[in-house]
C-alpha cells in the first residue's frame, strides 16, 4: 500500500473531487472518495498568500495498491496540469 500526502495550491476541492471521480472513485461524503484499488481525502484548507496575492489550496491524502500507484499518480498529474482553470 502506497500513502501520498500533498498540499497542492490553486484547484478547489470540489475540482480535485470531480478528477477522482472521472479516476472512477465513488464520493463517500465529507471529502472522501472510494475505489477498489485507491481512497483518496480532499479537505479545503486556509488560502497561501505571498503579499497581496491569494491562491486557494488543499490537503490531498491517497492511499493506493503498490500496483496502480504510479499509475494512478500520473493521471493525477495530468488532470492538474490545467491551463487557465
Same mark, same amino acid.
Given at each position: !500500500?502506497?500513502?501520498?500526502? =500533498? +498540499?497542492?495550491?490553486?484547484?478547489? $476541492?470540489?475540482? !480535485?473531487? $470531480? /478528477? @477522482?471521480?472521472? !479516476?472512477?472513485? %465513488? $464520493? +463517500?461524503?465529507?471529502?472522501? /472518495?472510494?475505489?477498489?484499488?485507491?481512497?483518496? $481525502?480532499?479537505? #479545503? %484548507?486556509?488560502?497561501?498568500? %505571498?503579499?497581496? @496575492? +491569494?491562491?486557494?489550496?488543499?490537503?490531498?491524502?491517497?492511499?493506493?495498491?503498490?500496483?496502480?500507484?504510479?499509475?494512478?499518480?500520473? #493521471?493525477?498529474? =495530468?488532470?492538474?496540469?490545467?491551463?487557465?482553470?
Amino acid at each position: !500500500m502506497t500513502t501520498i500526502e =500533498r +498540499v497542492i495550491r490553486g484547484i478547489p $476541492a470540489w475540482l !480535485m473531487g $470531480a /478528477y @477522482l471521480q472521472e !479516476m472512477g472513485g %465513488i $464520493a +463517500v461524503g465529507d471529502g472522501r /472518495y472510494t475505489h477498489p484499488q485507491w481512497s483518496a $481525502a480532499v479537505t #479545503q %484548507i486556509e488560502d497561501y498568500q %505571498i503579499g497581496s @496575492l +491569494v491562491v486557494g489550496q488543499i490537503h490531498f491524502h491517497l492511499e493506493a495498491d503498490d500496483a496502480i500507484s504510479t499509475q494512478l499518480q500520473q #493521471q493525477l498529474e =495530468r488532470k492538474l496540469l490545467r491551463g487557465g482553470g
